[in-house]
Structures are given as structure tokens and as C-alpha cells.
Nanobody
Framework: QVQLVESGGGLVQAGGSLRLSCAAS????????MGWFRQAPEKEREFVAA????????YYADSVKGRLTISRDNAKNTVYLQMNSLKPEDTAVYYC????????????????????WGQGTQVTVSS
């Protein structure tokens, strides 16, 4: 069992920045892929970004490319999401998740391979 705890959410004006963190504890594996998803009010949860164990493979939703950057510090069992040039449409609850490595890259754009989820952190972007 893996426990994930997100932090760093908050209220920010459009054009501003936030950095989300997700600390993992418990049974993690060296090939784990870490991902971020988000869910806006009355919308389904959607993929944001994911990163392989080595950091050599990163995946982004088209809507966030060039503005959001995922990274990880394996020594700290922590994954980050640097969010720049935020827009009101980025408003959502952001969830961290962990998946086993070894799936095809396209799999990580869906929730299927992720086995544990955090409780989420609220990000609100005002116009």
C-alpha cells in the first residue's frame, strides 16, 4: 500500500504560479510512474502529467504543455508539479497517483494503471 499526500495548492491570480508536491510513503517500487490528474467541478477527472522513475519519460496533456512541468526527487519520494502561467480553467482539485512501470506510454494518460491516489489539493485561479 502506498500513501500519497499532496500539498501546495491555493488561490492564485491568472498568470501566476504554484508548485504542488506529492510525498509518497509505504510500498513503492523502483519502476513506479508518478502522475498528476485534476478534476474541476462537474467535470470528470482528467490526466495532467506523468513521469517515469528515472525522469527520462514525461507525459503531458496538450492543455498544459509549456506551462506545467512535472519532476521528481526519488531520494525524497516526492513528485512535483510546477504550474506557471495559470489560467482560470486550471481551477480544479489536483490528485497525485502512482502506477507500476512497464506499461506503454499511452496507458499513463488514463487512470487505469494507477493503483494509489492521494486525497487531492485545491487549486483556484482567479481571473
Amino acid at each position: 500500500q502506498v500513501q500519497l499526500v499532496e500539498s501546495g495548492g491555493g488561490l492564485v491570480q491568472a498568470g501566476g504560479s504554484l508548485r504542488l508536491s506529492c510525498a509518497a510513503s509505504g510500498r513503492t517500487f523502483s519502476r513506479d510512474v508518478m502522475g498528476w490528474f485534476r478534476q474541476a467541478p462537474e467535470k470528470e477527472r482528467e490526466f495532467v502529467a506523468a513521469i517515469s522513475w528515472s525522469g527520462g519519460n514525461v507525459y503531458y496533456a496538450d492543455s498544459v504543455k509549456g506551462r506545467l512541468t512535472i519532476s521528481r526527487d526519488n531520494a525524497k519520494n516526492t513528485v512535483y508539479l510546477q504550474m506557471n502561467s495559470l489560467k482560470p480553467e486550471d481551477t480544479a482539485v489536483y490528485y497525485c497517483a502512482v502506477a507500476y512501470g512497464g506499461y506503454s506510454g499511452s496507458s499513463y494518460y488514463t487512470s487505469s494503471p494507477y493503483r494509489s491516489w492521494g486525497q487531492g489539493t485545491q487549486v483556484t485561479v482567479s481571473s
